[in-house]
Every structure is written in C-alpha cells, then in structure tokens.
C-alpha cells in the first residue's frame, strides 16, 4: 500500500506535482496505510459518514421548538422557509445571497440545532464546529449535481486540511481559541469546495489560508459554555467566509501568506489569547448582560 509521509501543506502540495495525484487521492491512500485498511473501505466508511450527516439534516430540519438553553432550535426551520420564496421577483424581503449559499447555512443551522440536542452527528473537525464542512459541500454538491464518489473525495481534501492543522497548530477551543476550531472548519471546506470544483493542490491550500486569515483571532466564548450561543451563527460564518475564500481562489486570487505560515500565527495568536477567552465560558458573549442571565437561570456557574 503506497504511504507518503507529509506533515506540512508546502510537502502535499509537492507530493501532488510529483506523483500527479490531487490531494483527496494522496489523503485517501495513506489514511488507508495508517489505520491498515484498503482504501474501498474506507470509502465505504467515509460514505457511512455521508449517510449520518445527511440524517442529522434531514431532523434538524424539523426541529421546531426552542432547546432547553432557549439559545437555539426552530432557525433552520424558518431559513428553510425563507429559502423557499422566489429569487426572480425584486423585493426587499428576497434573499441577496445566492441559493446555494443560503442552503449550505440551512444545513448547518440543522446540523447544529440537532446537536444542541444531542442528536447524532459528525464532528468536523469538532462538535463546536460541525455545521461548516458538511453545510458547505453538502449544499454545493447538490446545486452542482455532483456524485457521493466526488463529495467523498472532497471530504478526504476537508480530513487532509485538517490533519495538517492538528499536526502544526491546534484543533481545539481550549487551546486556540475559536479560531482553531470554526476557523478550521472554514479551512478545511474552503479547500475542499476549491478541490470539488477542479482546483489545483496550491489553489487549494490558498483558499484554506485565506479562510483562516478571516478568521484569525477569534475568541471561544460560549454563553453557559454550552455549543449554541455563539457557535450555531458562528458556523454560518464560517461557511461564508469558506465560499468567500474558494471564489477568490478560482478567479485567479493568490494568498500572500502559505498555509503553513499561516498555521504558525494562529500558533503565536493562541499563546497570546488570555484564558478567559479559551472556551472557559468566562469572557466574550459568555459575561455579556444575556450570557450571565442565561447561565444563572440554567443553574450554570461561570
């Protein structure tokens, strides 16, 4: 089974040219290698995950009622319904974002509505931020009518992104910041909508950059320290700021920073992020006048 080691986004995107492979096809052949399995089966597995994703949707979607936060649930129901009125008639009340857009947002309101509640789901990379990748290429692959075969492969880009991010930095809240977990979670669709719609490895790793270049910096301030204020919209965020990234990219539109600088100052933003705003529930949104009142009537202490 053919292995080739790499631990940076500059070394994949050498190992693309070289063996002229795209970055899904290098991510899947050695994912199969370490967990000592064939790479149909692994398919089979990541397709498994498609099935789960795509449920966790399909309930979401029908959530109606508010969580026992009162923070989240019911939102994905009206996007789906406010996406429903017509994009031909000029009014104020019609959509400006593109369809496809507005439905990648649907989707991951869903995703995160349903893990407000427990629900099953996908974390991708995290359960903080588990709406952005699937929202993202969930949606694009239905509007662009793509097969299960290229979302699979677009996941793998999504995994491969992600690996390096936890190689070299962080994927976790409590270490980073959000940044490190919906900043990633952009990154890793940005790249994975550019592969999905024929960019080459550096384009790629350019629009994963750009992605968490807007996104640098930002604080994990969970209100009750619960994953629903802000971490529901903040998905929504990210999915923007992933589409954003990928239509930069294909029109021709270079990152001044490479991917793997990029990872080494959200390194150095992390170390420079005080406590309080480090998933700790005790700074940002989580001490505004609503974060206090809602962790006070949970019973929640801060």
Request: proline share 2%; hydrophobic share 40%; glycine share 10%.
């Amino acid at each position: 089974m053919e292995y080739t080691e790499f631990k940076s986004a500059s070394e994949l995107i050498k190992i693309c040219k070289e063996k002229r492979k795209g970055v899904g096809k290098i991510v899947i052949s050695n994912s199969a290698s370490d967990l000592d399995t064939t790479q149909k089966e692994l398919k089979a597995e990541m397709k498994s995950r498609i099935t789960i994703i795509r449920e966790s949707i399909q309930k979401g979607l029908k959530i109606s009622k508010r969580s026992k936060s009162g923070l989240s649930g019911g939102d994905a129901k009206k996007i789906d319904s406010y996406a429903k009125k017509s994009y031909t008639k000029v009014s104020k009340t019609n959509p400006l974002l593109g369809k496809t857009l507005l439905k990648a947002i649907k989707y991951s309101f869903a995703i995160m509505e349903q893990n407000a509640r427990f629900g099953r789901i996908v974390a991708l990379p995290t359960a903080g931020s588990a709406g952005t990748v699937p929202g993202a290429l969930f949606a694009a692959a239905d509007d662009l009518k793509l097969s299960d075969s290229k979302l699979i492969d677009s996941m793998f880009v999504a995994g491969g992104i992600g690996m390096i991010t936890g190689e070299n930095a962080m994927l976790a809240g409590a270490t980073g910041g959000c940044q490190a977990e919906v900043g990633t979670a952009s990154a890793m669709a940005a790249g994975a909508l550019t592969s999905m719609r024929g960019g080459s490895p550096k384009q790629i790793f350019d629009a994963a950059a750009i992605a968490l270049k807007g996104l640098l910096g930002l604080v994990c301030d969970p209100i009750a320290g619960l994953v629903e204020c802000p971490c529901v919209k903040r998905n929504s965020t990210a999915i923007s700021n992933s589409y954003m990234a990928s239509e930069l990219v294909l029109a021709g539109v270079e990152s001044n920073v490479n991917f793997d600088e990029v990872l080494v100052a959200m390194n150095n933003v992390a170390k420079l992020m005080a406590p309080e705003l480090k998933e700790t529930a005790r700074g940002g949104l989580a001490i505004s006048q609503t974060g206090k009142e809602v962790a006070e009537r949970l019973g929640i202490g801060n």
